[in-house]
């Protein structure tokens, strides 16, 4: 088949899009906490909402995917963003943000099933690899812009700078107390040119694989009665948990604990998260060529739950700023070392069980839930301490894991 770049430029920057949408709410907790006045456990409803939309939507994408096929769903995915974005922009209040972004989650959930197998098609399996890497870097770097983006645009409005024609227009366009509100207006224009862009490609026909179907709800209620596939869900849902658990809460923890403004280091310790969780992924696939997966997992998440506990317990904030980043790089391998031991642990389905364990990514509305509930109770440090939980779940999964295929290794090539 031939290949079409063009298609894969696309869906890149849809990887980019999914990321810029989504990994922005940790930045913003801080102001939503002061502009609409509610408590940690309120502002934590905000990654529920996002995330639970993960839950509902995973295995559903997948039959709609087979049914109406990748362009009508994509098409589909950025108008429901487009209109979540644009409800915030237009209607600022708490209400109405938790129904936004559970608009944007649906729709970046659709994404995520519809986008890979188009990649593969696109770019040709002997090259998925190396444009599924790309694809994470695309991912990651929108994940570091994203809260920079934020916090230009609130400093500069918060200042009163009109000095360009984006600022000037975002003057007239969001409240004066809430300058912040001016990423949702960026997000709708994105998610909008998406529509359009999207609309006018041509996208190639996609034959799924075996292991790219979602499969029959009858599939998915058999494969839940094995034990090893409820594991590994609640594996997903431990890692997808750590990582919004701790990027969440970040901001307002160095703004509570060591007085550090949430618009500055605040969005700067969440951008530095992120692209160290990028580049670790590099170290993580150079180690895999040297150790057994279950103890590349065992050592990183030994390591997380190190640099978490110096960044809670230090009474410095430069080290506390140094110990949340580094909770991101460990957390960089957590993610394909969970998912590939999952599926080395079945001999088929593999569809069915990827849609099970992408349900998973539900832990992302769960934990940072449970983190602020607790931090309005016994603080935002005690709150925190629940990741440790998640976290030595993930540690255990190098115990009990037993795939029917090891990652193959310089020195184990069987």
Known sequence: MKRNYFVVTLILFIFFVISFLTNIIGPLIPEVIKGFSVSKGMAGLLNFSFFIAYGVMSIPAGMLTERFKEKKVILAAFVLATVG???????????VYLISLFLI???????????????RVS?????????????????????????????????NLSAGNTSNILLSTLDNLVPK????????????????????????????????????????FDTIKELLKNKYVV???????????????????????????HGMNPEVEGAKAISTFWLLLTLGCFLGLGLL?????????????????????????????MIAYYGFVGVGFFASVMWSVIFSLALNSLKDHHGAFS?????????????????????????????????????????SIGFWAKPLVNNKTIFNKE
């Not at 970046?108 to 986008?115: E, G, K, P, R, T």
């Not at 590994?232 to 969440?248: C, D, K, P």
């Not at 065992?298 to 110096?310: D, E, G, N, V, W």
Request: aromatic share 16%; net charge negative; charged share 10%.
């Open 231 to 257: 594991l590994f869900f609640f594996g997903i849902f431990a890692y997808v948990g750590t990582e919004q658990g701790v990027a969440s809460w970040i901001s307002q923890f160095l703004s509570d604990y």
């Open 177 to 216: 107390d809430l300058t912040w509100v001016s990423v949702y207006w960026i997000f709708a224009l994105v998610a909008i040119v998406m529509v359009i862009v999207v609309f006018f490609f041509k996208l190639p026909k996609v034959e799924l694989k075996e292991d790219e179907k979602v499969g029959s």
């Open 355 to 395: 849609g099970i364990l992408c349900s998973g990514i539900i832990g992302g509305a769960i934990v940072p839930l449970i983190v602020g509930v607790l931090g309005d109770a016994i603080g935002l440090r005690g709150g925190m301490m629940f990741v440790f939980i998640p976290l030595a779940f993930i540690f």
């Open 123 to 155: 770019g040709g399996e002997e090259n998925f690899a190396f444009t599924s890497v790309l694809a994470q870097l695309f991912f990651g770097g929108a994940s570091f812009l994203s809260p920079l983006m934020y916090s230009y645009l609130v400093t």
């Open 289 to 317: 060529k040297l150790m057994d997966s279950k103890l590349v997992l065992k050592i990183f998440s030994l390591a997380a739950m190190i640099s978490l506990a110096t960044a809670l317990l230090t009474g410095s904030g």
């Open 105 to 119: 989650g649906l729709g970046m959930a659709i994404l995520q099933v519809a986008i890979n197998p188009l990649l």
């Open 85 to 95: 974005a644009f409800l915030f922009s237009l209607f600022p209040s708490f209400g």
